[in-house]
């Protein structure tokens, strides 16, 4: 039994779940704002999907991050880290699910493809997306150690599909409970935050290894085309060419940048129209 409510549950006894929540740390931090003026939309395009392909549907609100003081007792994170680090405590819901697919709240889902039907039923995938590690934000960090790391693949977190078998190889690994041992010998603060930048450090500071074996040893998957996924940001793209995409098997978007409010819109009326042929 899980030991969470969600807002809302559709239980169609299945065995694969899709997961989302909507958590306030603060009404001026991020998107919230933008989030709880167009939070029906977001849910209503979750929910639809997870009908189409008959799979189960969970939306969270603030009550999951209390997962956070089960998992992590004696640790203090910040603000951010709390919305990032729930993404690491999901093996709460495989007590009554075989496979996962967690999505941020700001993702439109789209078509009759099954989400679960395009990845091999014992890998964890992930969209994967062209990104140079460290980030902006961990230069600094990064160069008191090493000015030479480049790292040309990124660990997105807001998507993920996980299986029961996947993820429990990771918690058996003992993997969270180094990295926050690591954390405290180096004296990290805030500088990381969610399992892409775990990752890049394990690759850093203990694997001694390429990013591409971690993703081995976690039994993962890097590639997008494999995933049917898009994340806009860096150009305005019209309505007609997210359609285009979309129609090629992207199934999943995720608007980012300064676009964003634009292509939310836009991602909305696709949605509209699909529903509505």
């Not at 969600?6 to 899709?18: A, G, M, T, V, Y």
Request: proline share 1%; aromatic share 16%.
């Amino acid at each position: 039994m899980l030991s969470l409510i969600p807002k809302i549950h559709d239980n169609r006894n299945s065995k694969n779940l899709i997961i989302c929540f909507l958590a306030n740390i603060g009404e001026d931090y991020g998107s919230y704002k933008f989030y709880i003026k167009n939070k029906n939309i977001l849910i209503e395009n979750k929910r639809l999907y997870a009908e189409k392909i008959g799979v189960d549907f969970m939306y969270f609100e603030n009550n999951i991050l209390e997962l956070l003081d089960k998992y992590f007792p004696n640790v203090r994170l910040s603000t951010k880290e709390e919305l990032d680090y729930i993404r690491i405590c999901l093996n709460e819901y495989f007590d009554e699910y075989d496979n996962i697919f967690y999505v941020d709240f700001d993702i439109f889902l789209y078509g009759d493809k099954n989400v679960f039907n395009v990845y091999e039923i014992d890998k964890v995938f992930t969209h994967v997306y062209d990104v140079v590690y460290p980030w902006e934000h961990t230069l600094e960090f990064f160069a008191k150690f090493d000015d030479s790391v480049v790292i040309k693949y990124g660990f997105n977190t807001g998507q993920m599909i996980m299986s029961k078998k996947a993820v429990n190889k990771i918690y058996n690994r003992n993997y969270i409970k180094e990295f926050f041992q690591l954390k405290e010998e180096r004296g990290l603060k805030k500088e990381f935050t969610g399992l892409e930048h775990y990752l890049v450090w394990l690759q850093n500071f203990k694997f001694n290894t390429k990013l591409e074996d971690i993703f081995q040893n976690m039994n993962s998957e890097s590639k997008i085309e494999n995933f049917g996924s898009k994340m806009v940001h860096t150009k305005d793209l019209s309505e007609e060419t997210l359609l285009e995409s979309i129609n090629e098997n992207v199934f999943v978007i995720h608007p980012l940048g300064k676009f964003k409010e634009k292509f939310f819109s836009r991602l909305y009326n696709i949605h509209q129209r699909l529903n509505n042929e």
